[in-house]
């Protein structure tokens, strides 16, 4: 059985930081790109980050919107996808969806970022 699992999620003040964590179980970690996506109230679920898996030779992507300000990584030890976000904005609220894909799709339940004084 896979589960894709987020955390880290909360409520920060304009300026401030998070460290949200994805982790996995039930799949080869390693053969999998990972990713964070976001979606914000009345909008569409959009890609924030991406980061390739060993077999590809990709580098990690950014939305524009994240660009400078967040950082992915992984830990294929730990099985784990990380989104540091630093100098969040009232914009980047939204819930946050980490994917897995390896010709199969797989989604964890999301985690609520809410950036607001």
């Known amino acids: 059985q896979v589960q894709v699992v987020e955390s880290g999620g909360g409520l920060v003040q304009p300026g401030g930081s998070l460290r949200l964590s994805c982790a996995t179980s039930g799949i080869i970690f390693r053969l999998y790109a990972m990713a964070w996506y976001r979606q914000a109230p009345g909008k569409e679920r959009e890609l924030v980050a991406s980061?390739?898996?060993?077999?590809?030779?990709?580098?990690?992507n950014y939305a524009d919107s994240a660009k400078g300000r967040f950082t992915i990584s992984r830990d294929d030890a730990k099985n784990t996808v990380y989104l540091q976000m630093n100098s969040l904005k009232p914009e980047d609220t939204a819930v946050y969806y980490c994917?897995?894909?390896?010709?199969?799709?797989?989604w964890g339940q999301g985690t609520q970022v809410t950036v607001s004084s």
């Open positions: 994917n897995a894909e390896f010709g199969d799709r797989h």
């Open positions: 980061i390739p898996s060993i077999l590809s030779g990709d580098s990690t």
